[in-house]
């Protein structure tokens, strides 16, 4: 008998077949002798729907009423799910994520967990019941709802199983794994068997659809994740702690595991800055309190004492960030901002690379070869970043999935 | 400077326009210097979609999931409404029932308010804030979410009126007022001005749209009630301690107040029952635990020791009701039970019939000259009904609502 966190996304309980489907797959598992806690995500697109009405009520909807709004969608979807268990004859209780005792802190819209008491959830699986929990949501000591940011029921997922001490956390959608490369992009990607849990870091941090912070998570409590669909029987993607692998398969694993893309890249660069100390402070500042999240940052210092800042948004804060960076500008007398939309990036990911050399080379020449321009490169010791034109995304995210011989399933 | 509770019922809310125009009224109110707490339903028809949703993934949906899934409807109206009026330049802070203290008994679907903790509420007004509470819901001592019945927003809003000591709670919806008569069916029918308590009650019970348990609870803690449309300036319905105003208005008040109506209602009969202390309960006892409402009973004793009784009950529960009454009838030894769908109440209703003899003759009369024949008649100190072929209640309702001269607007 095994105690198990299951989490379900919405497309996995997008309508009530959905949604029956996913119960009977947790009651077979239940049949088995296993105590499971399932947490859900809101059904389908009806988080967009309920953001939709907020934005026709108020062109700046107040953030605590908005997580509010927002929890329903959970509290919703877990209810059905208990009663569609109860249907199969199964003994369920649905609890929202004030119920399951997930406390945060005041930060609407993307608060942080600051402790779980997991008292109910315990009673009642001792009662023998299934205990279904409303993700991405909890209470602060007010007793007010806040939502701990898009995509994190499955940081509530891995936060619940940690502290209840669940052997592993398992996360179902509507795709098989975790694939090499987007398969959107690239037709021969190849589902992931294992993987380590910076590699996936790096991967979601750089573009495949996995919330990072709940691998941040998972890799403090060494909380095993297996990512799999909620509509096969596929075996799915199994992220753990990597490093002592590494080292047991040694020359397999000293490879590139997958190729990140984002298609949804814009960079702005600020040009003739006095240089002095504090500079890059007074700069990005203004740009976190906007709520912008700013990704790759070069600086090049210049030689008459002024230095240039490029830095990388996403496409749809670039309007915004433009506007912020050019008031600044005119403050700390930049000579100048441009900004180019219509970027990508497309990074290679792996541990295989840290302390080898030849990576950056072969991934510079297969670009090369491919006549696509790199505009910007970023490194960290797992991974490598080019910022490209977003109409070569595709072309280079194949031909380094061939050059990198992710195209061949054997090795895995 | 006053203390107003506001209700909307879900017509008012039913879309962002309907949700805005509503945000414009309460701040208009809260502009003129009144601290206004608004208890909100859920917009439009999103409860019966939620019902809707329930049903399709069980067939018979569990009580307290699905208190948990119908909660959601009026935190979301009360965030959108709460956010509406942040959009007004006004501060306002939405509470599910639970932050508003509202704690009831473990009857899902259908709990009982126990008491009300309004710290919460009297701490948002104190800081200048408009307070929006989520009709309809309460929680229990264990932290689970309930729900009061349907229609009990109203509930809700008169509670918490008599908890805070608000001077009077005002009910708005898409309807103008209280009518003499269901508009529908009779064309000339008028808003009443202002109705007693026990008027309303009656009105409310047998057939006038409003929750009578709230009215009940109006009348416990005489708090005067507003019904009005949140849609226009008409100035509505006063619903208040009608008893000393009776005295006052002598013979004006002397005559009937309103023609309720209800064409949803199927009678059984149950006959050749043995006649013996304690057989009435064995009957009914079987009917309430199936959460069957029953309305009138006769019950004519026969003359060889047996005795038949009829009660009527909402078409919607006859199938069922005539199962268990068969049932019964087998064990207890009844020689029968027969049926009737399509019936319809009409009722009389006003304080002024009370020690006045002529009334019930007046009625009867009325129903004989338009030929409709009388089926089953039941009587309160306040209220003459009559059971007739639904066929007949257009004209029955009309009829009755000239011959108690309520057509004529002048005297209300």
């Known amino acids: 008998m095994a105690l198990v966190v299951h989490k379900y996304g919405g497309s996995s309980l997008a309508n009530a077949n959905s949604i029956l489907n996913v119960a009977r797959r947790i009651a077979d598992i239940s049949r088995l002798g296993n105590k499971i806690v399932a947490v859900v995500s809101a059904m389908g697109s009806s988080t967009d729907n309920l953001i939709n009405l907020a934005y026709e009520v108020s062109t700046n909807p107040d953030p605590r009423e908005m997580d509010v709004l927002l929890s329903t969608g959970e509290l919703v979807s877990c209810t059905l799910l208990a009663m569609a268990l109860r249907s199969l004859g199964e003994d369920a209780v649905s609890l929202s994520g004030s ?16 402790s779980i008491e ?23 000591e007010n007793m007010d709802v806040t939502t701990l940011g898009r995509g994190a029921s499955d940081l509530t997922a891995v936060a619940i199983a940690a502290r209840i001490g669940s052997s ?54 060494n909380m095993p994740i297996l990512v799999a669909s909620s509509f096969s029987q596929s075996k799915g993607t199994i992220i753990h702690q990597g490093d002592s692998m590494n080292n047991n398969v040694g020359e397999l694993r000293n490879r590139v595991r997958g190729i990140a893309t984002d298609n949804n ?36 210092a210049g030689i008459h004492g002024t230095t240039d800042f490029t830095f990388t948004v996403e496409s749809t804060d670039l309007t915004r960030a433009e506007q912020i960076t050019k ?34 080379a072969m991934m510079f020449r297969t670009l090369a070869d491919h006549k696509i321009n790199i505009d910007t490169i970023s490194t960290s010791e797992i991974r490598i970043t080019c910022i490209i034109n977003s109409s070569h995304l595709e072309d280079a995210a194949r031909s380094l999935h061939k050059a990198f011989e992710l195209d061949d399933s054997e090795i895995k």
Do not use: H
Request: glycine share 10%; aromatic share 6%.
């Open 118 to 140: 997991p008292k109910r959830i315990v009673a009642e699986l001792e009662q023998n019941r299934i205990v279904i929990i409303a993700g991405y949501q909890g209470i602060t």
């Open 265 to 300: 890249v814009a960079k702005i660069t600020i040009s003739g800055v006095v240089d002095r100390p504090g500079i890059a402070a007074e700069l990005f500042e203004p740009l976190a309190d906007a709520g912008i999240s700013v990704d790759i940052i070069v600086q090049n």
């Open 99 to 114: 119920q399951a005792g997930i406390k945060t802190n005041k930060q609407y819209g993307k608060a942080m967990i600051s």
């Open 168 to 221: 592993r956390c398992e996360i179902y959608s509507d795709v098989d794994g975790i694939f090499t490369a987007d398969p959107n992009l690239v037709p021969n990607a190849q589902i992931i068997d294992e993987i380590g849990f910076e590699e996936m870091l790096e991967m979601a941090s750089y573009g495949a659809k996995m919330n990072p912070r709940s691998i941040e998570l998972a890799m403090a409590y």
């Open 327 to 360: 008031e600044l500008s005119s403050r700390i007398v930049g000579s100048g901002v441009v900004s180019s939309p219509g970027l990508a990036k497309v990074s290679i990911v792996g541990t295989g690379m840290q302390d080898t050399p030849g990576y950056a």
